[in-house]
């Protein structure tokens, strides 16, 4: 403990300065009423957020469909979370996930996995 001398002023700890910097934080991170709120998916909205991509009615989703969808849900690295989606999902190696239940469990498993289930 460091003891204050008379007529001198005391220097900030290191924890002091922490402590500052998150209430300074605590402050700036609270929402205006007029903001959203990040709001997450369910499986069943996930499910059918990555239908509603399948534009040519193929029963898959392709690389650029993935691309799409995944920059609706605000994905920065869109093109790196496709190509990690499809290596993690596509069970047959086609190219595209099928939406098939298993290779859909497994784009889902993905997302949930990553947090990627926030808009």
Not at 75 to 92: C, E, G, M, P, S
Request: hydrophobic share 40%; with cysteine; proline share 3%.
């Amino acid at each position: 403990m460091v003891r204050q001398q008379p007529g001198c002023k005391m220097l900030a700890t290191p924890l002091d300065v922490i402590n500052n910097a998150f209430n300074h934080n605590k402050s700036v991170a609270l929402k205006t009423p007029n903001e959203k709120l990040p709001i997450v998916l369910s499986e069943e909205q996930m499910l059918a957020y990555f239908k509603k991509h399948d534009v040519n009615k193929d029963g898959k989703l392709s690389w650029d469909e993935l691309k799409k969808a995944f920059s609706g849900l605000g994905v920065t690295w869109v093109r790196l979370t496709a190509d990690r989606a499809l290596l993690k999902a596509d069970d047959n190696e086609d190219g595209c996930i099928s939406l098939s239940e298993k290779e859909m469990d497994k784009l889902i498993e993905f997302v949930i996995k990553r947090k990627l289930n926030i808009q």
